[in-house]
């Protein structure tokens, strides 16, 4: 079964990128110009018609699984490296890490926060500030920074207390 997966991925990007080239469109076209072309030839008979019906059916049959298989791979790939990118960068919210795997109604509320958060931003270029400020982030560092500023007596309190 391995054997089987791993031939029809590579034949499905063999076929992916040799279908979306330009020379698959011309012999496309050429096919379906030679199949008018007969049309006189076999006075369009049903069985003519039948001919490109069938054949164009059972093509795009075909391709839609192979197309479905490249597109998943594609996918899978940009999301793993939209991922590391988030957890690679400081102050990047890590909770959207593999957002692809929740469901519509969560998803949904996510992206309307940060409809929020770009009309807000829209409104700050508009009135001439900044769009980048962050004020999660902001309010992030400042309680970090309380903590620290709380902790720095404490240790100051215990370092009194041993001399």
């Known amino acids: 079964m391995r054997i089987f997966h791993h031939w029809f991925t590579a034949f499905a990007k063999w076929t992916a990128h040799k279908s979306g080239q330009p020379l698959a469109f011309v012999a496309a076209v050429a096919i379906v110009l030679m199949w008018a072309a007969t049309?006189?030839?076999?006075?369009?008979?049903?069985?003519?018609?039948?001919?490109?019906?069938?054949?164009?059916?059972?093509?795009?049959?075909?391709?839609?699984?192979?197309?479905?298989?490249?597109?998943?791979?594609?996918?899978?790939a940009v999301q793993t490296k939209l991922d590391e990118l988030i957890r690679a960068i400081e102050g990047a919210?890590?909770?959207?890490?593999?957002?692809?795997?929740?469901?519509?109604?969560?998803?949904?509320?996510?992206?309307?926060?940060?409809?929020?958060?770009?009309?807000?931003?829209r409104e700050a270029i508009a009135q001439g500030r900044q769009?980048?400020?962050?004020?999660?982030?902001?309010?992030?560092?400042?309680?970090?920074?309380?903590?620290?500023?709380?902790?720095?007596?404490?240790?100051?309190?215990?370092g009194s207390r041993t001399e």
């Open 39 to 76: 049309g006189p030839i076999f006075g369009y008979s049903d069985t003519w018609q039948l001919v490109i019906n069938t054949g164009t059916t059972i093509v795009t049959f075909l391709m839609v699984f192979l197309i479905q298989n490249t597109q998943n791979r594609d996918t899978g």
């Open 131 to 158: 769009d980048t400020a962050c004020s999660e982030l902001e309010r992030r560092e400042e309680s970090a920074r309380e903590k620290e500023g709380q902790r720095a007596p404490q240790a100051t309190d215990a």
């Open 93 to 121: 919210h890590n909770a959207l890490l593999d957002l692809e795997e929740l469901d519509e109604a969560d998803i949904e509320h996510i992206r309307r926060d940060y409809r929020h958060l770009a009309a807000s931003a």
